[in-house]
């Protein structure tokens, strides 16, 4: 991360007061990371299919759709999540930084610096009075070789390369070369009609409905959530004001669902709220965000949420009408297909068997 040229300003207020409990706000937050909904079979770029996906090693996970770049990565005691706006030309890739947050596991304090994250140049929030970041904007030219896809800085050396040995080596904000190994394919698409619901594919309908990139928006009109659903994992970026103070809900999950529910693991979670802190990546990061989640069906309670060590069970209460109620975390949750003219999605994305969408 870079201290040079940073940008001091006074945090705004994002959200206007509530009068509910943080519970329920991470609970609908929650509701709609897992509801978005989508798929199809177009793709949007011609870039190739080695550009996105979802990349981990011990201690870093990354996904990677045509438009948002969210990396999770924990070095000596801190864990750090960063999002980027990606906008492609013919022959170049321009990455724009709208957040991080840097989450000290000694200290137990979380610091942020914050832009729309959809658009928009203002910064919105900044708790980093000692500058430990910046935001930059930078674009990289792309060589699209026979055996990877190279990007480089136009002033600077090499700095990201895309192998089609499905591993990827760059320099994470901190300054450090990571290689990541590709855990699962992803492709953008254009929205499409999604399958209509039936006793006999409640899981297909349950996976496909939540994908695709989503956001969440402040009464202001900010954007202060991006929620990213794939076909087998589920990842958010957000925070909120409440009652005065920052709310920092970032996290990253393996999801998997049948026709009894859904089952949902994180494996990278980071959380700041008044008195709650919580700071998580798993002791090696590839094994577990890359290997497959397994259902056991048994532990489906329709009439309770059951949170397990094998993950979070979301059970199948109901459905009819195109509507799958799930029994959640302290509620009901329903999940109905996203029509192709919504605006619910910033990017949509491909559904594809969970088994063929790993690695």
């Given at each position: 991360?870079?201290?040079?040229?940073?940008?001091?300003?006074?945090?705004?207020?994002?959200?206007?007061?509530?009068?509910?409990?943080?519970?329920?706000?991470?609970?609908?937050?929650?509701?709609?990371?897992?509801?978005?909904?989508?798929?199809?079979?177009?793709?949007?770029?011609?870039?190739?299919?080695?550009?996105?996906?979802?990349?981990?090693?011990?201690?870093?996970?990354?996904?990677?759709?045509?438009?948002?770049?969210?990396?999770?990565q924990r070095y000596g005691n801190s864990i750090a999540a960063t999002i980027q706006r990606v906008d492609f030309n013919e022959d170049s890739v321009t990455y724009d930084s709208r957040a991080a947050a840097l989450f000290n596991t000694n200290s137990k304090k979380a610091v942020m610096r914050a832009k729309d994250l959809f658009e928009g140049d203002e910064i919105i929030v900044n708790t980093d009075p000692e500058n430990t970041f910046r935001l930059t904007n930078y674009t990289c030219l792309v060589e699209n070789g026979p055996d990877s896809i190279v990007l480089s800085y136009f002033e600077k050396p090499l700095e990201v390369i895309y192998k089609?040995?499905?591993?990827?080596?760059?320099?994470?904000?901190?300054?450090?070369?990571?290689?990541?190994?590709?855990?699962?394919?992803i492709k953008p698409t254009e929205p499409?009609?999604?399958?209509?619901?039936?006793?006999?594919n409640i899981g297909e309908c349950l996976q496909e409905w939540s994908l695709g990139v989503g956001h969440l928006e402040d009464p202001a009109g900010y954007d202060i959530g991006i929620p990213i659903n794939t076909n087998r994992h589920s990842f958010i970026f957000a925070f909120a004001a409440y009652q005065d103070q920052l709310n920092i809900f970032c996290r990253a999950?393996?999801?998997?669902?049948?026709?009894?529910?859904?089952?949902?693991?994180?494996?990278i979670k980071l959380v700041s709220a008044g008195e709650v802190y919580?700071?998580?990546?798993?002791?090696?990061?590839?094994?577990?965000?890359?290997?497959?989640?397994e259902i056991v069906d048994s532990l489906f309670k329709p009439d309770t949420f059951n949170a397990t060590e094998q993950g979070e069970y979301w059970s199948l209460k109901a459905y009819e009408d195109s509507v799958i109620t799930l029994n959640g975390s302290g509620q009901f949750y329903h999940y109905v297909p996203t029509p192709m003219d919504s605006d619910k999605l910033l990017?949509?994305?491909?559904?594809?068997?969970?088994?063929?969408?790993g690695m």
């Open positions: 991360m870079d201290s040079e040229d940073t940008i001091d300003v006074s945090m705004k207020e994002l959200c206007s007061k509530r009068d509910h409990n943080m519970k329920h706000v991470l609970s609908v937050i929650l509701l709609i990371i897992i509801g978005l909904g989508c798929s199809s079979e177009k793709e949007l770029t011609p870039l190739s299919d080695h550009f996105y996906g979802v990349w981990a090693n011990k201690d870093c996970e990354l996904v990677r759709t045509a438009e948002y770049y969210l990396l999770f089609k040995d499905n591993s990827i080596k760059f320099q994470s904000p901190d300054g450090t070369w990571q290689i990541l190994t590709k855990i699962e394919n499409y009609l999604m399958r209509e619901l039936t006793e006999n999950a393996r999801i998997r669902s049948d026709n009894n529910g859904t089952v949902f693991k994180p494996n919580e700071a998580l990546m798993v002791e090696d990061n590839l094994a577990e965000a890359g290997a497959d989640l990017e949509w994305l491909e559904y594809i068997d969970y088994e063929q969408a």
